[in-house]
């Protein structure tokens, strides 16, 4: 076997009482893929965290090339030929390619030199990894696969041999995500190492040589890629068995009770989010809406909830019209049956500063079960809050614990047993899964299915391709702004991924 | 991921924490009383004597705490709708308005026990007017509530200037000030109640409106953690998007509270001009406004922490007074200076020792500490 790039020998990490790294053994082969998953809160993020120098280990130790190496600060990493590239890139926005890679590592008091250099290294390691960007254009106006490739570039201009990535899919179109594949091997043959830190499985039995799981904190296995399986996987990453897709049964829609007509929506800057969109959701399926983030699928939701004022159009609910103006409260289409569960839990769809039951009346505040006049009714609201916390399984089952001290899984169910619970005729659901646990999502995807089979319409919006194939009846795609198709649960991935970046097909299916 | 970190127990949170803020204040301010040459042990024995000592000292402290109490409930309402109040000291100065206007009208002819509800609404009401235009024009035109209210508070010093020298002022005064009030406007003392603990009180202004400025933090207490409002202006506090997302009105929220929050400054008017001096005068607040954003930033924002923080100050006031008469090396001036040492270990600092306190804790009894709660489950 070939000799191990990095190598960790029983780092631990503690914060305070938690213990986010115990005694973790890692080894890394040079000139490998490495793959390492787990759920959020396992600890992958911390022990890259140590790797690049952001925290201290408190035992352990780090070597790279075989080597001892005293990593304290991100230069040392760097100097040490270890390069990350982050999950939110750390890039200035209004800078060019090249001002962002020498950023830090200019030679001189004067720029000039600096550039020179950089512009001429930049086309080497354009020849050799296939990637291509055009160094004097501006950050900003890149888009999110291109920006990602200024991330990685600036690693390699710093001479990195060893290049970490975090989550670096999250953002990208499936095409994006090919193409980044692509360079990864690249590298790979020129001799780097990588290592992938993901919770998408799938990516992981894709391109990775080996791939380790961690599980609370510790490193509960090594394997090689091609010897394993998904289901293996994710079995150790959660430590029991997991439903990877849920059940469910036809579906059998009745009348229209959501009904989007010629919706338009602009941003604050007046550029059009949301263009002419129609659609409707029908009692008793889920209608998914597919896209990459940032495609108007947001803004949409918010236009429809009447937190987005809309230029024109028409939406409809049960038949009645909802105000479009900016005007409309949010309260009153609660009343009426409309219920949300919004894509940023952490800043629009709880406080994260409440105690648990405080969230759990969010938006139903002024409902009479709640209040005694003008007073809240406090008993009314903890018991109502230990109700939904035994029936959702929410966990610690403690309604006076603050919000922040949930996991993003537990979070999430608070937000939707409110909203469930509040038995709405319409649920609109923005990236219910975001950030959580393979545990939680399945049963987050069970309630989704429930609700439907309860004869609920449910809108479903989510960048995870896999969430919107399994729980939808139908697809819609969205591309800058507009539907640009529809499709049944069984269309491929690859037919989707087209659609998502924009490539006009023919119809054929509808 | 999510930062994780250690939850202390409540009595480590608000008692343990502040204390050590405190005694670390000290510390410092021990090292500037060493500086300009005197003991500070005896200087620290002189100011906690000088206020708790006998009765007198006791009196005055807890005058100067109401006045405290007031202004630091002002400031803390609004922090909970996010809003940063720095107006309290005009809203106060106006509120000296409604006072003088309540008792120069009706001390001829009302008991104090009416003209004093009177003038706790005259003067609460014309604080919340004070402090309605800047909460009006941040929810709906977007101007900073810290720039409009300090702007206001020169406007505030301005208009209570002329009316002291003119239309309040009685003819033949020479001092800008109005009148003096008759029985109708001054506030029976308290001071019995310390009597009647044993202490001797020769003659000090503390007054029922300590018992108004304790009602009125109990009624914050309830107002924020235990009505549908209070909860709507937390959630708006904590994440604006929040209460959008609720259906909360934004203009709503701050337009009230920020009236609350000028109520409570303007009552802050009643105890120096009714309890005590019994006329209006120019500068009556004299930077009270100000303290009472020490004292809420001190007082965690709630009641019981700001009548604390209150008390704390009320000390200071009066302790500090001893103090520069005791030892004349110790001026004024440098009572300021250890106020501000105190403000800034226990307020600004706040978060100075809480890491190493928690690692403590948690060394000490992880499970205590809160592990439970961001361990292993799903």
């Known amino acids: ?510 | 991921m999510s930062t994780p970190y250690a939850r202390l127990p409540g009595w480590a949170d608000y008692g343990l924490i502040p204390l050590i803020n405190l005694l670390v204040a000290f510390v410092v301010a021990g090292f500037v009383v060493l500086l300009v040459g005197e003991n500070p042990f005896r200087a620290a024995v002189i100011l906690v004597e000088g206020a708790f000592g006998r009765g007198q000292g006791i009196a005055y402290t807890l005058y100067y705490a109401t006045t405290f109490i007031f202004t630091g409930l002002s400031v803390a309402v609004a922090v909970h709708c996010g809003l940063f109040n720095i107006g309290t000291e005009g809203q106060a100065y106006m509120g000296g308005l409604g006072v003088a206007i309540v008792c120069l009208s009706f001390d001829r002819m009302l008991p104090w026990w009416l003209t004093f509800p009177l003038a706790v609404f005259a003067s609460a009401a014309i604080g919340a007017l004070w402090a309605l235009i800047p909460a009006y024009l941040q929810a709906r035109r977007g101007s900073h509530i810290v720039i409009t209210t300090i702007m206001f508070n020169f406007i505030a010093a301005s208009i209570m200037v002329y009316l002291l020298v003119g239309p309040l002022k009685p003819l033949a005064s020479q001092a800008p000030q109005t009148r003096l009030f008759l029985e109708g406007g001054r506030l029976p003392k308290l001071n019995w109640v310390i009597e009647l603990f044993g202490g001797k009180v020769r003659s000090a202004p503390f007054n029922v409106s300590f018992l108004l400025a304790l009602a009125m933090a109990f009624g914050m207490w309830v107002l924020v953690w235990r009505t549908r409002f209070g909860y709507e202006m937390r959630t708006y506090g904590f994440s604006p998007k929040a209460a959008r997302y609720a259906g909360i009105s934004e203009t709503r929220v701050i337009v009230l509270i920020m009236m609350v929050s000028g109520a409570f400054a303007g009552m802050m008017a009643l105890n120096p001009t009714m309890g005590d001096q019994h006329n209006v005068a120019i500068d009556f607040v004299s930077g009270a406004g100000f303290v009472g954003i020490a004292v809420a930033l001190m007082g965690r924002s709630h009641p019981v922490g700001i009548v604390l923080a209150a008390i704390l100050f009320g000390m200071l006031y009066q302790g500090g007074a001893e103090l520069a008469f005791e030892m004349p090396a110790i001026s004024r001036d440098m009572i300021v200076i250890i106020q501000g040492l105190v403000i800034l270990f226990a307020g600004a600092l706040e978060h100075m020792f809480r890491p190493a306190i928690e690692a403590l804790f948690a060394s000490f009894s992880p499970r205590a500490v809160g592990l439970a709660a961001s361990g292993k489950d799903g």
Request: glycine residues 10%; proline residues 3%; contains cysteine.
């Open chain 1, 1 to 510: 076997m070939a000799q191990a790039a990095i190598e960790l020998v029983g780092i631990s990490k503690s914060f305070g009482a938690v213990r986010a790294n115990r005694g973790i053994d890692l080894e890394v082969a040079r000139g490998t893929i490495h793959g390492i998953v787990g759920e959020n809160g396992a600890g992958k993020s911390t022990l890259m965290s140590i790797l690049y120098g952001f925290y201290q280990a408190d035992s352990g130790e780090i070597r790279v090339g075989g080597r001892p190496a005293s990593i304290r600060t991100p230069n040392d990493a760097i100097a040490a030929g270890i390069g990350m590239v982050h999950q939110h890139f750390m890039l200035v926005d209004n800078f060019t390619v090249l001002e962002n890679v020498i950023l830090g590592a200019e030679s001189d008091a004067m720029l000039k030199k600096s550039i020179a250099r950089a512009r001429s290294e930049l086309e080497r390691l354009e020849r050799e990894y296939g990637l291509e960007v055009d160094p004097d254009a501006i950050v900003e106006e890149l888009p999110v696969g291109l920006q990602q490739r200024v991330e990685i570039l600036k690693a390699l201009y710093r001479g990195a041999e060893i290049l970490i990535l975090d989550e670096p899919t999250g953002v990208l179109t499936p095409a994006e995500a090919d193409h980044l594949f692509r360079i990864l091997r690249q590298l790979k043959e020129q001799g780097k190492t990588v290592v992938l830190i993901t919770h998408k499985l799938r990516e992981i039995m894709a391109i990775t040589d080996t791939v380790s799981v961690m599980r609370q904190g510790a490193m509960v296995a090594t394997r090689e890629t091609k010897n394993t399986t998904v289901e293996e996987l994710a079995e150790l990453m959660v430590g029991r068995r997991v439903l990877l897709r849920v059940e469910k049964g036809e579906a059998s829609p009745g009348a229209a009770k959501l009904a989007v007509d010629n919706l338009t929506v602009r941003d604050s800057r007046g550029v059009t989010m949301v263009d002419r969109v129609s659609f409707e959701v029908r009692a008793g399926e889920i209608v998914g809406i597919a896209g990459i983030a940032g495609n108007g699928q947001s803004e949409l939701i918010e236009a429809i909830c009447g937190i987005r004022r809309a230029v024109s159009g028409t939406v409809l609910l049960d038949g009645r019209p909802i105000d479009l103006t900016g005007a409309a409260d949010p309260g009153e289409l609660r009343e009426r049956g409309l219920a949300h569960v919004p894509e940023d839990r952490h800043h629009v769809g709880l406080v994260l500063a409440f105690e648990e039951n405080e969230n759990s009346i969010l938006g139903y505040h002024d409902r009479e079960r709640y209040a005694k006049g003008m007073f809240l009714d406090i008993d009314a609201i903890r018991d109502d809050a230990r109700e939904k916390i035994e029936k959702y399984d929410i966990r610690p089952a403690d309604c006076r614990l603050k919000t922040a001290n949930f996991s993003g899984g537990n979070q999430q169910k608070i937000v939707l047993a409110r909203e469930i619970e509040q038995n709405p005729g319409v649920l609109i659901v923005g990236q219910p899964t975001r950030g959580v646990d393979v545990g939680a999502i399945e049963f987050i995807h069970k309630r989704l299915i429930a609700m439907r089979d309860a004869g609920k319409a449910v809108l479903l919006v989510s960048v995870e391709l896999n969430e919107i194939r399994s729980l939808s009846d139908r697809i819609l795609v969205m591309f800058e702004g507009r539907i640009v198709g529809e499709r049944g649960p069984d269309a491929t991935e690859g037919e989707l991924g087209l659609l998502m970046a924009g490539v006009e097909r023919r119809e054929t299916a509808a």
